[in-house]
């Protein structure tokens, strides 16, 4: 049984998702640095360039190499910008689960590329990797990751009671870390009827290819 993710990059009409490479060091670490990816994630504040090359070198292939999980780059198809990240974790090859999360440049938000680059990531799970569950995992305030959720089809399936830290400035201008929930979605191959045709209604793209 196959325990680990291949090298992929998956299209869309906008996008590529791609294997992390060490030319993306200074936008990834300038995309890290942003108060909303500070207040949502645990990634360390402020994040430094030599820590994003740690990332891309060392800490994403050792993921994949595990079997736990698969960092992809999120690019613009026309300009190679890097614009987000898709990760997975935790992943549970025997149940065929894993989890996703995404962060989008603060840059590059309004476009829908969470949601393109989320459902597209999905298609290949469900389609080529033949995974059967999906499962992401969104702060109780942070409404913007939740609207990502609904778009692609998820189904909230509960809440987490005070699983979630979360980070917000004190006065001094210093972070500091607050409890709040987690709200549990989860996403099924048949969940996904009708979610890129509503995407491209939507003005979103609804094409998707790997290799």
């Not at 990834?28 to 207040?39: K, P, Q, R, T």
């Not at 698969?70 to 690019?75: C, E, F, H, R, S």
């Not at 569950?133 to 969104?138: G, V």
């Amino acid at each position: 049984m196959t325990t680990t993710f291949p090298d992929i990059s998956i299209n869309t009409d906008r996008l590529v998702l791609r294997a992390l490479e060490e030319a993306d060091a200074p936008a990834l670490a300038e995309m890290m640095n942003d108060e909303l990816v500070g207040a949502w994630t645990a990634v360390p504040q402020p994040f430094t360039e030599p820590a994003a090359r740690r990332w891309i070198t060392e800490y994403a292939p050792a993921e994949r190499a595990a079997g736990r999980g698969i960092d992809l780059a999120v690019t613009e198809f026309l300009t190679q910008r890097l614009v987000g990240i898709i990760q997975l974790g935790k992943t549970n090859w025997r149940v065929r689960s894993t989890e996703l999360s995404y962060i989008v440049a603060p840059w590059a938000r309004g476009e829908g590329y969470a949601s393109e680059a989320a459902l597209a990531t999905a298609q290949w799970l469900f389609g080529d990797q033949k995974f059967e569950r999906l499962e992401l995992r969104t702060a109780a305030d942070n409404t913007a990751s939740q609207q990502v959720a609904q778009k692609i089809g998820c189904i909230s399936e509960g809440v987490l009671r005070n699983a979630c830290i979360a980070r917000t400035r004190t006065e001094d201008g210093s972070w500091t870390e607050l409890r709040t929930d987690f709200i549990v979605w989860g996403l099924l191959p048949e969940d996904l009827d009708g979610v890129a045709d509503q995407m491209a209604e939507a003005g979103y793209s609804s094409y998707t290819d790997w290799s």
